[in-house]
Each structure stands twice: as C-alpha cells, then as structure tokens.
C-alpha cells in the first residue's frame, strides 16, 4: 500500500479521502516529475514539474556557527532569524546552501557541537552537497591539461552542476535524507595535528621578512609555481615510499598505499600524457604542463594564489597574523567560489579576496559578503526573491501547498494492478521464456 506524505485529499477516482502526495522524483533526462497516489485504490497520478533555477549560497563554518549558538541560547537574534530566511528560501526552492566536506571536517574539531553544528548545515543543505575540493581542482587540472594538450588555452566556464554530485537545481522531495557518518577520533585528531602543523609553518614563513618581499604579481606568480611544485612533491614521495616497501627497506604500511588526492593528479596527468603525446620524453612534459599558461589559468589554481598573495602583502603592511583556520578557509574559496552566485565568508578572508589587486568577486561573479555586510546579503535575498520566475513561483506553491486541481495531472499506473501483473509472471513461464530464447534454463531470482 502506497504511504501519503502531507494532507489528504478526496481521491478522484474512488473519492476516499486518502489521495495525497507519494513522492518527489526524476525521471529519465532530467525530467522531475510529482507521483500522487491514493492508499485505498492504489492509483497513480502523474504532474511533469517545470526546471527550477535556483541560486547557490555557500555558508561558511563561522556563519553555521552564528546560527548555531543563536538557535540554541535565543541570543544574537540576527543570527537565529537569517537562518529562519535561509530555511524558508530552501524549502520554496529559491536558493540552496549546500554543505561540503569542509562543513563536516571543522564541525569535528569541536566535538561536543558537531551534532548541533551539522544539524544546522543538514537543515540548509537539504541534501544538497559540494563534491570534495580535491575532486574539483582534479577536474579543473584535467580541462586544463585537455587544452595542453591540443596547445589552446582552457574555456573556463562555470556550471553549477559540475561542482554537484547531483543536479543542483532538482526539485527536493518533502524530506531530504542525509548519511551520518560515525566519528573516527583518530582521525579527527591526525587531521588536527597536521592543521596545527601547516599553521605553525604558515607563521614561520610570514615572519620571514624575505619571503614577504616583492610585488603582488611575484607573490602571484610564486604561489602558483608552489601549487605546482606540492603537487610533483607528494606525488614524488608517495613513489619512493611505495618503492622503499617493495624493496623492504620501510615497514609496510597499507594507508600508505592509497595515493593522496595531490598524487592522483599528478598520476591523471602522466597517464593522460603517456596515452596522448608522442613525445619522447614525458616526465618533461609533465613538468612542462605544471609550469604552463594552462595551468596558472585553473581557477583553483588562480585563486589560491591571488589569496595567499594579498594575505602575505597583509602581513608585510598591516602585521596580519596567520590564523589556524586559514587554510581551510582559502581551501572553500579558491574550490567553491567560480560556482556559488553568493558566499559568506569571514570578514578578514573577504577583504583579502576582494581588495586592493585581488578582486576576486568581479572576476569569478560572485557577491562576497561577510558578518559585517549582513544586510547587504539580506538585500540580495530580496531580489533573489523579486527575481524568481512567476511560472516557477507558482509552481512550487501547488506543489508544496498542495493544490492539487492546479496540476496538469495524469493517470498513471494502478500500483496494485501493476503488483498483481509482476504475480502473474511465474517463475516457470518465465524459466520456459528463458529456454525458448536459448539464453537460460535457470529459474529466475528477481
Ligand atoms: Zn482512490
């Protein structure tokens, strides 16, 4: 027996008062459609769902902290109210606030309010996630290396979906599932150090007054040469580790073994050109690709780069001290940026990224906005409204509010009729099918 979600309503073929909303799904081309059923009779209606463009908001962790604290202690009411906007805009299909694998990682550095702390990014995210950060700059590297190859420079255009593990912009169903994952402390503990670590390097190297000279362009322009040289780095000794244990002369270690997200770019790359390039010599190839135009043009590369040179000029001007949070915080922009319409982000990360040479907002189109620009960002949520399609408004109100005689309705299959139809099919008939066709002569299991 089919189960309604939402009100009931009289059934138009048996008039029962069980006729409701069955699910929210996707069909074939990206067709979403709204399934209808009746828990008495068993029959099915239809209604085709119009596509939705919806603006994507990235939160950052200080932003779902804010709404966090303040839904929970009622202080700091800006805070607990944008968040009630944002749920609201979610729910009626204007914006998504997804979450990413970054929301997850800090969330678990504080322990004891990260079930808070993804309640808050589930509540908004709606099923909505970011691929890894990795797995997008891997792509990005990829469409560089596509136009290496063929000698043209790369097309950077930015669809959303692409940054999406699913469409984006399908219509979410009455409730969206999200898979908890059990805390691995180990893990979060390794992960800990290791950001403490690049902290601790960070402040040595920005109070090095020698590293801190020069023009933003040769901050620029050094970075990515870095971006570069960390990726042939890893990828050089992940190799020597594996060979070291193939010759025993390191204890075996099967963690090892996996490659770093770092190390299977640069492995995409050499296989990329083994396959593709007729050259003799392909290891310098592959050194040529990373010190190219191509590459300096990836966003993530780029962006990364202008960043890290605007925070090191902070440094050098103003005594900006490198923050523990820093590096997730460049990680989000330089990844995610190219394919949000808006994010909220730090102050200081919004400043560095909009200021003085870096403009990264014009350059990638995305609004930046931060705690202190709040009401700026609740003006663009006003017209984010104002600017929603009128068909997709009203669609989304029939649906969701459930007027049901405003749909363009058909009938679909009687799922009861449909059960008895799949009883009728014996295993026998079926197995005698099989032997008719010469394919097979065992009884079937489905
Ligand atoms: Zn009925």
New binding site residues.
Partial sequence: MPIIFGKKHK?P??G?V??GCLHIGKAWGEQDYLELA?E??C?TYRCDLPKLTKKILYLDQLAISHMMRSRQAGKDRKWSDFFDRLKSMVQWQRIICPTSWEHRAESEFSKDRYAALMDTCRKLAMGNRLRASWDIQARQIYQALQAFMVGTMPDWSFDSKEAFEDNPNTWHDHFAIDVDFALDFKQVADRRESKMAVHKAMESLYSDPTYLQGTFEEHVQRETEGFARGLLGTYDKERRELLEMMCGVRAPDPIALLSSPGAQVVQMVLMTIQQESQSQDRNSKVREFFFSPQFRSVPAVRINAVMRAAMALKSRDSGRKPKPSDQYDVEVICSYMPYCDAMLIDGEMRSLATDGKAQLDGAYDTMLFSARTLPKLHEWLDQVETSFPPQQREAVADVYEERFERLKLHRGRNLLEARRAMMTLSPTSRTRRGNKHGTSGEPSHD
């Fill in positions: 059934c073929d048996c029962a069980s006729f009746c008495k009779c029959t």
